[in-house]
């Protein structure tokens, strides 16, 4: 009964970190399309550009907020660390 609850537990905390993720991307969508090039490059591309790169998130966070080689984003921190992520994975 109590691994049962563990499961259920874990279910949800997927479901919930399953929507944040969604909404982290909600204002980049608009110049990025998951597969296609739009106004910047396909959201599946920069994943393959970065992919294995451990520095990449800390650098795009930074690149994103600076506004430097990049559209200025008014997202916080906490929401371009989500979207970056979400990009990479
Ligand atoms: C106003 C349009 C616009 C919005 C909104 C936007 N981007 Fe971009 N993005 C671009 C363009 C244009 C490029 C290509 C810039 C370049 O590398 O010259 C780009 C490139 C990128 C790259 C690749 C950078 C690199 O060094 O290869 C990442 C990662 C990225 N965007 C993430 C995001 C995230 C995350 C968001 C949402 C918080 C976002 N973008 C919102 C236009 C936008």
Avoid at 28 to 55: L, M, Q, R, T
Avoid at 60 to 73: I, M, N, T
Wanted: proline share 2%; aromatic share 2%.
């Amino acid at each position: 009964m109590k691994s049962m609850l563990v499961v259920m537990a874990a279910a949800a905390m997927f479901a919930a970190g399953t929507v944040q993720a969604d909404d982290a991307l909600k204002g980049c969508v608009k110049c990025h399309d998951a597969e296609k090039k739009k106004v910047g490059p396909a959201i599946k591309d920069v994943s393959a550009k970065y992919k294995g790169n451990k520095d990449a998130e800390a650098m795009l966070v930074a690149k994103l907020k600076d506004g430097k080689g990049h559209p200025k984003a008014k997202e916080s921190d906490a929401e371009l660390k989500a979207a970056v992520q979400q990009m990479l994975k």
